[in-house]
């Protein structure tokens, strides 16, 4: 059973800047199958905010994070990053990340495609 852990949440002002990360206790091989960053605040669904898989490129956003936010994953250190830029008060929600979701990320952003999860860590922009 795969055991992914978040770390690097916290609070930050308004245009700042925050990276989590997501390190996985084994690498199953299976690089072809999406990682995903989601989020979610009291009251409302979880939502997609970034994923990615083993091939160049290719990396998903939702909307209201391009331009804002990178994933990125090193596969070495089986561990996925979200670097965050230029962060805003509705970026606030706690984060979870992800693996083995759908094959080449093809429906990245339904939560219920990803077979393992973080335990969520919370970023605050205020």
């Known amino acids: 059973h795969v055991q992914l852990v978040e770390s690097g949440g916290g609070s930050v002002q308004a245009g700042g800047s925050l990276s989590l990360s997501c390190a996985a206790s084994?690498?199953?091989?299976?690089?072809?199958?999406?990682w995903g960053w989601f989020r979610q605040v009291p009251g409302k669904e979880r939502e997609g905010v970034a994923a990615i898989y083993a091939a160049p490129g290719k990396r998903y956003y939702a909307d209201a994070v391009k331009g804002r936010f990178t994933i990125t994953r090193d596969y070495v250190k089986n561990t996925m990053y979200l670097h965050m830029n230029n962060l805003k008060p509705e970026d606030s929600a706690m984060y979870y990340c992800a693996s083995e979701g759908s094959l080449w990320c093809e429906d990245w952003a339904r939560e219920t495609t990803y077979r393992y999860w973080g335990q969520g860590t919370q970023v605050t922009v205020s």
């Open positions: 084994e690498d199953t091989g299976r690089r072809s199958y999406c």
